[in-house]
């Protein structure tokens, strides 16, 4: 390609989507919320879509910004930057503060950050995250041993389910490197947020979105959170029309009435428990999460077993004992159980003596 000016992309991976399978029974890999969003979100997006000849409205992107700060608990709408999807939101991020640099990150961590970070030129520097029990930690001397142009944090990780940082930690990480970028797609199934501390830290960078608990994924809107000058500077690689009138209209529809959110929460936490329950009943390790899905170790090539069966989950870079599966319908998880109970009496336990 002639015109290919970042030469490292020659060098870049693909990234590639799980292939499915002939019959899809349970879609249980993508962390995907298992309900529609309500009526009145639908409703919000079909009556933008009336007026989808026009370019969206500035003013209804503002209107977001408002109800945006409100919910993540930040001074105002200069603090929030909508993109399309959080994965904008590290692109920018990146762009900005990593380009042809170098980031410091935790492994296993969100799959995306390495196309979105080799895109920007970036070399990414490692800091591999230890099992304690049933839960992953990082090691935030290890992690801190190693200077970088960014830190990149997924907490709660992906895909460990972990809680990485806590307010303590991210003092000193912010002092250690030039920026700091904390990835909380799964925040509201957590104990706390990190969102509010781009007030106290202006080196700090946090992404949200409302794929996860509020069922937007396919409306592909996120957002940048950080000081108000930082949220300028990258404001000036986003064209004024980016996000598309029905998705302003649902994510406004969605952030002023948050409590359905709330509800599948509720769902997610209750359903998290009942899994641990059965699958350490069939002798396969379940880990601790503070997201919409769970990791789990149950026996070499556990991934393709399901995905024999029609049911999706999600091979993760720790082994081919290894796999995440997110809480899906009640009819979901119905078919999920009963595959592993077949599963487990056909393969039992061999999980493997290292990760």
Request: charged residues 25%; aromatic residues 10%; proline residues 8%.
């Amino acid at each position: 390609m002639k015109c290919l000016k970042r030469e490292w992309l020659r060098e870049m991976k693909t990234y590639h989507l799980p292939q499915k399978p002939k019959s899809i029974r349970a879609r249980l890999h993508l962390n995907e919320n298992p309900n529609p969003p309500p009526r009145r979100v639908i409703e919000a997006a079909l009556k933008a879509a009336e007026a989808g000849n026009l370019y969206p409205d500035p003013e209804r992107l503002w209107k977001l910004r408002e109800v945006a700060a409100r919910y993540y608990g930040v001074p105002g709408p200069e603090w929030v930057l909508p993109t399309l999807g959080s994965d904008s939101a590290l692109r920018l991020t990146f762009e900005c503060c990593a380009l042809k640099g170098s980031a410091r990150l935790p492994y296993p961590s969100f799959q995306a950050y390495p196309p979105l970070l080799g895109a920007a030129g970036a070399t990414l520097l490692y800091s591999n995250l230890q099992i304690e029990g049933d839960k992953f930690v990082l090691n935030l001397d290890d992690f801190l041993s190693t200077k970088a142009d960014i830190a990149v944090i997924d907490t709660p990780n992906n895909p460990t389910g972990s809680l990485l940082l806590s307010p303590e930690q991210l003092d000193r990480l912010s002092g250690a490197f030039p920026s700091v970028l904390v990835d909380e797609a799964y925040a509201e199934f957590a104990p706390f947020s990190l969102t509010p501390f781009v007030t106290e830290y202006d080196n700090l960078f946090v992404t949200r979105t409302l794929s996860k608990a509020f069922a937007l994924a396919g409306f592909r809107i996120g957002f940048l959170i950080s000081s108000p000058e930082n949220v300028t500077e990258v404001s000036k690689m986003v064209l004024p029309y980016d996000i598309p009138s029905v998705t302003v209209e649902a994510a406004l529809a969605a952030l002023s009435d948050p409590s359905y959110s709330r509800d599948y929460i509720n769902y997610v936490n209750e359903e998290k428990k009942r899994m641990k329950d059965k699958l350490e009943s069939l002798g396969w390790k379940v880990f601790e999460s503070y997201t919409n899905f769970v990791l789990v170790r149950a026996f070499k090539g556990v991934v393709d077993e399901f995905r024999k069966m029609g049911i999706m989950v999600r091979k993760v870079p720790l082994g081919e004992d290894w796999f995440r599966v997110s809480v899906g319908s009640e009819e979901e998880m119905k078919l999920f159980y009963e595959a592993s109970e077949s599963l487990a009496k056909k393969f039992g336990n061999q999980i493997t003596p290292s990760a």
